[in-house]
């Protein structure tokens, strides 16, 4: 199992308050280098820049907008909800084929629960659309085109599914820099091959610059240097994850609910940028356990589930 692998076993998306953050971090050093243990002043820098990210983290799970109600039966009814789903019938793929809500729906059935809480992730494909609902758009608006729902962090409650998000964006910065130390000894090895090489065929010049090169490279990879990065990442983790706001394609255009007021109106979902900086426009929503595991049902063939 990789080193990625092992992470995702051993946190598995678990809740983490802040007691438990030192825990787990010390858990992830195991992961990434059990050397680090053994320098001195490893816990006094580690533990405020893991508490510093654990409430970013949290802080990110609250500026989610929602819970909105999710359903065959208010969409047409609800701007929001016609706006965020183009067609009725999307409201049912996107229960159907997201992987978490094939697995886990059967669960809330057994708990009794006729409601359930998730987080609504979204591609968008901006269009120049011409009207909404009869309405001319204004002059310079465009009209993003919401597709490829996924439904994720199922759970009992709004608070239950905001603590899931914050403790999946954590884990999202430690998996962010358990890739990077990959990469990094990934080149370490491709840098001594082509060290060698340069060795036998290059000036000394040339060999001298790659032994350079190596030197620093194996420097950023020890005990030190790992720990360095890390502190760095945690401290920073707004450079690798983080809601964006003032962009049109997670603007949802859509009538007033008003009906006193005509015209169209604005709403600006946050959208989720992580390390591959796709964007996805993202909510808190509550839905009817039945319809979900209606549409579950009605799936029979295999999907490709999209996860955020």
Same mark, same amino acid.
């Given at each position: !199992?990789? !080193?990625? %692998?092992?992470?995702?076993?051993?946190?598995?998306?678990?809740?983490?308050?802040?007691? %438990?953050?030192?825990?787990? !971090?010390?858990?992830?050093?195991?992961?990434?280098?059990?050397?680090?243990?053994?320098?001195?002043?490893?816990?006094?820098?580690?533990?405020?820049?893991?508490?510093?990210?654990?409430?970013?983290?949290?802080?990110? =799970?609250?500026?989610?907008?929602?819970?909105?109600?999710?359903?065959? %039966?208010? @969409?047409?009814? *609800?701007?929001?909800?016609?706006?965020?789903?183009?067609?009725?019938?999307?409201?049912?793929?996107?229960?159907?084929?997201?992987?978490?809500?094939? *697995? #886990?729906?059967?669960?809330?059935?057994?708990?009794?629960?006729?409601?359930?809480?998730?987080?609504?992730?979204?591609?968008?494909?901006?269009?120049?659309?011409?009207?909404?609902?009869?309405?001319?758009?204004?002059?310079?608006?465009?009209?993003?085109?919401?597709?490829?729902?996924?439904? #994720?962090?199922?759970? /009992?409650?709004? /608070?239950?599914?905001?603590?899931?998000?914050?403790?999946?964006?954590? /884990? &999202?910065?430690? @998996?962010?820099?358990?890739?990077?130390?990959?990469?990094? #000894?990934?080149?370490?090895?491709? !840098?001594?091959?082509?060290?060698?090489?340069?060795?036998?065929?290059?000036?000394?010049? /040339? =060999?001298n610059g790659a032994d350079e090169a190596h030197a620093m490279l194996a420097s950023d990879l020890s005990p030190g240097g790992l720990l360095d990065g890390l502190v760095a990442w945690l401290n920073a983790?707004q450079a690798h994850l983080r809601l964006e706001m003032g962009h049109d394609d997670a603007t949802v255009i859509m009538p007033h609910s008003d009906p006193a007021q005509r015209g169209l109106q604005k709403?600006?979902?946050?959208?989720?940028?992580? =390390?591959?900086?796709?964007?996805?426009?993202?909510?808190?929503?509550?839905?009817?356990?039945?319809?979900?595991?209606?549409?579950? &049902? #009605?799936?029979?063939?295999?999907?490709?589930?999209?996860?955020?």
């Amino acid at each position: !199992m990789n !080193m990625i %692998g092992k992470l995702r076993a051993l946190f598995g998306g678990a809740q983490q308050d802040e007691q %438990g953050v030192a825990w787990h !971090m010390d858990r992830f050093i195991e992961i990434l280098e059990p050397a680090i243990f053994e320098l001195p002043d490893y816990r006094s820098r580690l533990e405020p820049a893991a508490h510093h990210a654990h409430d970013y983290c949290t802080r990110l =799970a609250t500026a989610v907008p929602g819970p909105y109600a999710v359903g065959h %039966g208010n @969409h047409g009814s *609800d701007p929001l909800i016609s706006a965020l789903f183009p067609q009725r019938e999307d409201i049912g793929t996107a229960f159907g084929r997201s992987v978490e809500v094939r *697995d #886990r729906i059967h669960e809330f059935t057994a708990n009794g629960n006729a409601e359930v809480y998730a987080l609504l992730g979204m591609r968008q494909r901006v269009s120049a659309a011409p009207r909404t609902n009869g309405e001319a758009l204004p002059a310079g608006w465009s009209k993003p085109r919401f597709a490829d729902h996924t439904v #994720r962090s199922l759970d /009992d409650s709004e /608070d239950a599914v905001r603590q899931q998000f914050a403790a999946a964006a954590f /884990d &999202s910065l430690r @998996h962010g820099f358990l890739n990077q130390v990959q990469n990094l #000894r990934r080149c370490k090895k491709l !840098m001594h091959s082509e060290r060698e090489l340069l060795r036998e065929v290059a000036s000394d010049d /040339d =060999a001298n610059g790659a032994d350079e090169a190596h030197a620093m490279l194996a420097s950023d990879l020890s005990p030190g240097g790992l720990l360095d990065g890390l502190v760095a990442w945690l401290n920073a983790p707004q450079a690798h994850l983080r809601l964006e706001m003032g962009h049109d394609d997670a603007t949802v255009i859509m009538p007033h609910s008003d009906p006193a007021q005509r015209g169209l109106q604005k709403l600006e979902l946050p959208a989720l940028v992580g =390390a591959d900086r796709r964007r996805w426009p993202i909510c808190v929503i509550r839905f009817e356990r039945e319809e979900a595991l209606a549409a579950v &049902s #009605r799936e029979s063939v295999a999907h490709r589930y999209i996860v955020i």
